[in-house]
C-alpha cells in the first residue's frame, strides 16, 4: 500500500471586517432581554486550507489571504477585550504549495501567530493520517520539514475515537472561562469523512454519530456548571443570505441537538450560512479566508445562558484595511522557501481550462487531467474525481505553483484492470440515496445517463471514445489515484479492480501534459 508520506517524499525530490471596515450580509439575532449581561465576541474561520498566499475577486471585492484575514481578526479582538477567535476545521490539507510543500507547518504557525482560542479537526486534517496531525499539533520530527515544535492551539473533537483504547483522540470539548463565566465548546468532524480519506489514514480511528456525540459532551459540561455552550462542527450547512432556506446536514441535526447548545460554526461545503434552527444560531463563513463569522453574545451573569446572540458573515474586503505585516513576514519566509519550485515554467496553455462543472457534471479541466493520466499509465480509460481539483487554470504561462494548487494532495496513480461490468458499477456509485451526485472526469469512454431513472439504473450507452460498446465481460486497464484505488470519495467498486502498477504522481502526469512531451491517446 503505497503511503502518503512516501508521496511527499516524491514531492520534496522535486522540490529539493469590521462592520466599519469589511462587508457585511444581513445580520441574524436571538434576543432576551437582561440587565446584567456579559457580552462576549466570538470570531469564525472555517476551511482555510492553507491559503496563505492565494487572493479571490468575490462579490467584486478582491478578499482573502493570510494577512488580511489576520489585519480583520486582529482589529476586531482589539475592539473588544471579551474576544475568543475559533475555526470549524480544514485548515490544513488540500493546500496551496505554500503550506502543502512544507507538511502544512505554516498555517499551524499561522493559527499559533493570530493565538486561536479553540479549534476542531476537519477532514483533511486527516488526509495524512491521525498521527501526522498530533505531530502537527504536540511537535516531532518529519523527513521532509524535520523537526516541527508544535502548535499551541486547542485541538478538540468528540467524535473522534481510538479503536484500541475507545477513548477520544482529542478533547471532546474545552472550556473558556470569561469573568467567571464559562464558555463550552465542543468539537465533532462529520461522519462523511470516511469516504474523503484513505483508509489506511483510518486504521487507528472511528468516527461516531455527530448529535450523540455532541449531546453527550453537553451533558459532560451541564454537569460541570456549563450552560453557555458552542458547537464547532466540520458539517455543512448553508441558507440564503438572510437566513431564510437553511439545508445541509448541520440545520437537519440542529432539532436533535441538546437544547443548552447555543451556536453551531458550520464548515465543509464552504458555503454561507446564517440562519436560526430550533433556536440556534447557525454560521458558515465560505472558504479560504475569503471572511470571517463574526457573533456578539450576550450571557446573563446570573443564569450563565447566553440570552442574546447576533451573527455577521464579514468578507476580508481588501479595500477596507492595511494587511497585517506580521502575517506578511510569516508568509515571505516560506514564500523563500519555495519560490525557487513552484517557480519553475511547466508550459503556456492558449486559454483558460475551467474546473467549473457543466449540467451534466463534466468539467473542461477534468477532461484534461482524466488525459494526463490515461497518457502517462497508457490505459485504456481514466478517472478523476472532480471533489480533487481545487481551481482553475488561467491561460498563459503555468507554473507548477498553479498545478500544485490545482492539485495539492500529492496522490500517486496507479493502473488497475477491471470488466466492462465493474466500470459501470463505478459510474452507478456517482448516484447515492440522499447525497448530491459526485461525477466522476473521464477520459478514453462515454456515456449517458438518465437522472430521474433509479439509483443503480442510470448508465446508459457506455462505449469507447472510438464508438465500441464496452463490454461487461471485457477486462480493460485503467488509470486512476491510489485514493480512488482505495475507494475514496464512495467509489468502492474500483476496489474490485486488480492492481497492475503504480505511476508518478498526478500532478507531475498533468505536468507532461502540458509541456507536451505527452499527449491524450
Do not use: C
Not at 437582561?34 to 462579490?59: E, I, M, R
Not at 482573502?64 to 482589539?78: M, V
Not at 488509470?479 to 502498477?501: H, P, Q, R, V, W
Amino acid at each position: 500500500m503505497y503511503s502518503l508520506h512516501v508521496k511527499k517524499v516524491l514531492l520534496l525530490l522535486l522540490f529539493v471586517l469590521f462592520i466599519v471596515g469589511g462587508s457585511v450580509y444581513a445580520a441574524t439575532s436571538i434576543d432576551h432581554d437582561s440587565t446584567d449581561s456579559l457580552q462576549v465576541q466570538l470570531l469564525g474561520v472555517n476551511d482555510l486550507h492553507g491559503h496563505l498566499d492565494t487572493y479571490d475577486q468575490f462579490k467584486g471585492k478582491k478578499v482573502g489571504g493570510a494577512d488580511y484575514l489576520a489585519a480583520y481578526l486582529n482589529k476586531y479582538r482589539q475592539e473588544n477585550e471579551h474576544t475568543l477567535i475559533i475555526h470549524a476545521g480544514d485548515m490544513i490539507g488540500g493546500s496551496p504549495p505554500i503550506s502543502s510543500l512544507l507538511q502544512d507547518e505554516p498555517t499551524m504557525e499561522y493559527l499559533d501567530l493570530l493565538q486561536f482560542d479553540v479549534g476542531t479537526i476537519g477532514n483533511h486534517e486527516l488526509d495524512e493520517g491521525i498521527d501526522e496531525m498530533k505531530r502537527l499539533l504536540s511537535g516531532g520530527s518529519h523527513p521532509i520539514t524535520g523537526y516541527f515544535p508544535g502548535s499551541e492551539t486547542p485541538y478538540i473533537s468528540a467524535n473522534i475515537i481510538d479503536k484500541k483504547t475507545n477513548r477520544h483522540v482529542f478533547p471532546p470539548y474545552l472550556i473558556k472561562e470569561i469573568d467567571g463565566i464559562k464558555i463550552g465548546f465542543i468539537g465533532v468532524v462529520t461522519t462523511k469523512t470516511n469516504l474523503y480519506v484513505l483508509p489506511e489514514n483510518l486504521d487507528s480511528i472511528k468516527i461516531t454519530d455527530e448529535v450523540k456525540a455532541i449531546n453527550k459532551a453537553a451533558d459532560d459540561l451541564k454537569k460541570q456548571g456549563v450552560k453557555s455552550i458552542v458547537v464547532l462542527g466540520h458539517i455543512s450547512s448553508k441558507s440564503n443570505s438572510d437566513g431564510t432556506n437553511p439545508d445541509e446536514d448541520l440545520a437537519k441535526m440542529a432539532p436533535d441537538i441538546d437544547d443548552e447548545v447555543d451556536i453551531l460554526f458550520g464548515a465543509h461545503n464552504h458555503q454561507y450560512t446564517n440562519t436560526v434552527v430550533d433556536n440556534k444560531l447557525i454560521v458558515q463563513a465560505y472558504s479560504y479566508g475569503k471572511a470571517f463569522s463574526h457573533i456578539n453574545i450576550g450571557i446573563d451573569k446570573n443564569s450563565k445562558d447566553i440570552i442574546h446572540k447576533k451573527a455577521n458573515i464579514i468578507l476580508t474586503d481588501h479595500e477596507r484595511i492595511k494587511p497585517d505585516p506580521d502575517a506578511i513576514e510569516l508568509i515571505h519566509k516560506y514564500k523563500e522557501k519555495t519560490d525557487t519550485y513552484v517557480n519553475q515554467v511547466v508550459g503556456t496553455l492558449p486559454d483558460a481550462v475551467s474546473k467549473r462543472k457543466n449540467k451534466d457534471g463534466f468539467s473542461p479541466l477534468g477532461y484534461m487531467i482524466a488525459d494526463s493520466y490515461k497518457a502517462s499509465m497508457n490505459t485504456d480509460f481514466a478517472f478523476v474525481h472532480q471533489g480533487g481539483l481545487r481551481e482553475s487554470l488561467n491561460k498563459g504561462t503555468v507554473k507548477m505553483e498553479d498545478l500544485l494548487t490545482v492539485l495539492p494532495f500529492g496522490h500517486k496513480l496507479v493502473s488497475t484492470s477491471i470488466t466492462g461490468e465493474q466500470i459501470k458499477k463505478v459510474l452507478e456509485q456517482q448516484w447515492r440515496l440522499n447525497e448530491k451526485e459526485n461525477i466522476l472526469q473521464v477520459s478514453g469512454l462515454s456515456y449517458t445517463y438518465v437522472k430521474q431513472a433509479p439509483i443503480g439504473n442510470k448508465i446508459k450507452s457506455l462505449k469507447e471514445t472510438n464508438g465500441d460498446i464496452i463490454d461487461p465481460d471485457k477486462t480493460y486497464t485503467v488509470a486512476i489515484t491510489d485514493y480512488l484505488s482505495f475507494g475514496g470519495d464512495g467509489f468502492t467498486s474500483f476496489e474490485e479492480g486488480k492492481a497492475i502498477g503504480e505511476g508518478p504522481l498526478d500532478v507531475e502526469a498533468f505536468a507532461e501534459l502540458i509541456k507536451g512531451q505527452r499527449t491524450a491517446k
